[in-house]
Nanobody, 123 residues
Framework: QVQLVESGGGLVQAGGSLALSCAAS????????MAWFRQAPGKEREFVAA????????YYGDSVEGRFTISRENAKNTVYLQMNSLKPEDTAVYYC????????????????WGQGTQVTVSS
């Protein structure tokens, strides 16, 4: 089991930046692939970004490619999502997810989920 706690959400103006963090506890964090998903009101959960246990493999959703950056610091059991050039359509609850085996982009791939943190981008 691994427990995930997101932080860093908030309100930001369009064009601004925000950094999310996801702190993991429980089993060995270094062996987990990590990802960020988001869900806007009335919409399905959407893949945002993913990173392999080593950080050597990265995936990004089309809507955030070039604006968001995922990274991890295994010594701190933490994964980050740096969000730049934010748009109102980035408004959503952002979730951190973990998988013990390998990195992927499908929601069903991940076994562990955080409670989410709200990001609101005003126009």
């Amino acid at each position: 089991q691994v427990q995930l706690v997101e932080s860093g959400g908030g309100l930001v103006q369009a064009g601004g930046s925000l950094a999310l963090s996801c702190a993991a506890s429980g089993r060995t964090f270094v062996s987990y692939a990590m990802a960020w998903f988001r869900q806007a009101p009335g919409k399905e959960r959407e893949f945002v970004a993913a990173i392999s246990w080593s950080g050597g493999t990265l995936y990004y959703g089309d809507s955030v490619e070039g604006r968001f950056t995922i990274s991890r610091e295994n010594a701190k059991n933490t994964v980050y999502l740096q969000m730049n050039s934010l748009k109102p359509e980035d408004t959503a609850v952002y979730y951190c997810a973990a998988d013990e085996l390998r990195v992927g982009v499908a929601e069903s791939h991940y076994d562990y989920w955080g409670q989410g943190t709200q990001v609101t981008v005003s126009s």
